[in-house]
């Protein structure tokens, strides 16, 4: 059973492009949760979704940031218009129910320039 | 507010030592605690999970207490070896999962 699976695992994106991360959770967790890492910091919530629902974006920046998880397919974190502050480590985690144990994926780090 | 504090920052000890990091939470209401492992530049690992109705919880060289009504964690390393340096997160579940700043270790050969 692999663990969860981020793509990718670098990525570098000019100020004002596009970034798309990708989180395949762990088979049979239906699950997803999103957390940023900034330079210096500690670990912040930003999404819990289901597949198909966003159960809770209480840490999601209002503007720039969306997220899914389609029925079919990888949970997708969309950061528009990206400027020098998203420059972080993006970490997804799975679990199989609400609040069981969420396993981390090896995360995204994103620097844009 | 619930927040999640670890002290202390970071602890450097010599080979061989047992060590206690611990974790205070400001809420009691959780759901359960976590501790992880993360590497530099790396991803987390999952050590330890404490459900709210349990007291303990061991894995090896280590043990995990949770004190609810006082808000507290505590991780025990015993006989610490240089490859247990990395900084150790605790996290604690209420309807989301609020993460520690941390405790940067380093174990000296």
């Known amino acids: 059973n692999a663990g969860v699976m981020q793509n990718p695992r670098h990525l570098v994106r000019r100020r004002g492009q596009e970034a798309r991360l990708r989180c395949s959770p762990m088979?049979?967790?239906?699950?997803v949760y999103w957390y940023r890492q900034l330079p210096e910091e500690g670990l912040k919530f930003m999404v819990y979704?289901?597949?198909?629902?966003?159960?809770?974006e209480s840490g999601m920046p209002k503007e720039r940031f969306s997220a899914e998880f389609p029925k079919e397919g990888p949970s997708i974190l969309r950061i528009q218009q990206v400027v020098r502050g998203d420059s972080a480590a993006y970490f997804c985690?799975?679990?199989?129910?609400?609040?069981?144990?969420?396993?981390f994926g090896p995360g995204t780090r994103l620097t844009v320039t | 507010k619930q927040e999640v504090t670890q002290i202390p920052a970071a602890l450097s000890v010599p080979e061989g030592e047992n060590l206690v990091l611990n974790c205070s939470f400001t809420?009691?209401?959780?759901?359960?605690l976590q501790w992880f492992r993360q590497d530099p530049g790396k991803g987390l690992t999952s050590l330890l999970l404490?459900?709210?109705?349990?007291r303990e919880q061991t894995s090896g060289r280590l043990n995990a207490s949770l004190d609810k009504s006082s808000g507290r964690s505590t991780l025990y390393i015993a006989a610490s070896q240089p490859g247990d340096s990395a900084t150790y997160l605790c996290?604690?579940?209420?309807?989301?999962?609020?993460f520690g700043a941390g405790t940067r270790l380093t174990v000296k050969p």
């Open positions: 985690a799975s679990s199989p129910g609400n609040m069981d144990e969420q396993y």
């Open positions: 088979k049979g967790h239906s699950h």
């Open positions: 979704l289901q597949k198909e629902n966003i159960i809770d």
């Open positions: 809420d009691s209401a959780i759901y359960n």
């Open positions: 404490i459900q709210s109705s349990q």
């Open positions: 996290a604690v579940t209420y309807n989301d999962m609020r």
